[in-house]
């Protein structure tokens, strides 16, 4: 097993410190649906795959976010504690037992240098919640628990980034506007106080959201920031992420079909794209999102556009084209 201490200290050597900084993970007992999101200030932290290696998700039961120093490859009492729910166990009991158990202990520290935020739905669909912080995790530390959220944060610049977090999520409507709301309310330069000095709350964020239907692994929702270049806000591009995926869901709602409707030619291309409806349309807006969610071109759109595409960054990009009630289509393209 390795353990993130090392793995930092290899592949980041002037770190070696706490992993993860500020989480959120809820359930909403109307819906079923169960949700985590989360920052952290850590460079190349999209060399181990971005913050969301924090979460663990079973679809329609519960969720768990594990935190600070952790061990990963597995990230063991992650694991361990997605296995305590599968076979019933509450929130606190899985607590309890992952303190008793914990996976790094005998080889490296002990359990009071984790964190914990877990939520799960009772057999009766109602929300229960435990949330742990360990006396040994790096200071700003704490967490805050509600009727169906965790917040938990360590490394942080005080105690108003937990707050703002809790405030956001108390001030929004469905779980995944939640969600982002707490995101939201973290947005503050040095949320995670190793980001101060760049003017930006973290490096790496994460949105994501099952709904009682959805399979492990493909949720619903799947937002993911893996790194922003220096002194780039991850929070404001999964803003712009969860936007377009909000006008997305109106689209799909409206009908698939219009989702073929925007043409895209040659695909891949090197210099000249062409855009085009297959329907005549009153004006709108072309923009093109990249990857990360940041707006890299737009233009006013008649029923074609052709693009000079040379000056973009090879990558895969997103068309989308917005008509006064909104996105009227889309589709993805690659620049080699």
Known sequence: ????????????????????????????????????????????????????????????????????????????????????????????????????????????????????????????????????????????????????????????????VLLGMESGFNSAGSLPEKLMAAMQGANIPGADSRCLARGTSSTSAFLRVYRPTDTAGSPWLELDILEMPFGEEPIDSLQTLFDLWTLTQDLDEAGEDQLRKLKIYPNPVKEIVNIELDQMIRKGKLVIYNLAGKAVFQSEFLDSARIDASELSPGIYEACLFAENGLLAKAKFMRD
């Open 1 to 160: 097993m390795k353990y993130l201490k090392i793995l930092l200290t290899a592949f980041f050597p002037v770190l070696g410190n706490a992993q993860d900084t500020f989480s959120i993970i809820a359930v909403d007992s109307a819906t079923g649906e169960v949700g985590a999101a989360g920052a952290t200030c850590v460079d190349a932290i999209a060399g181990l795959g971005g913050i969301k290696i924090l979460n663990d998700i079973i679809p329609g039961k519960g969720g768990v976010n594990a935190q600070a120093w952790i061990c990963i490859n597995p990230h063991i009492n992650l694991v361990n504690a997605i296995s305590r729910m599968e076979l019933g166990d509450s929130p606190q009991e899985i607590i309890d037992w992952l303190y008793l158990n914990d996976a790094c202990g005998a080889q490296s520290f002990d359990p009071e240098y984790r964190q914990y935020g877990i939520v799960d739905l009772d057999s009766m669909g109602s929300p229960r919640v435990a949330g742990f912080t360990g006396s040994k995790a790096d200071d700003y530390k704490n967490h805050i628990t509600g009727p169906n959220y965790a917040i938990q944060g360590n490394i942080l610049l005080d105690s108003s």
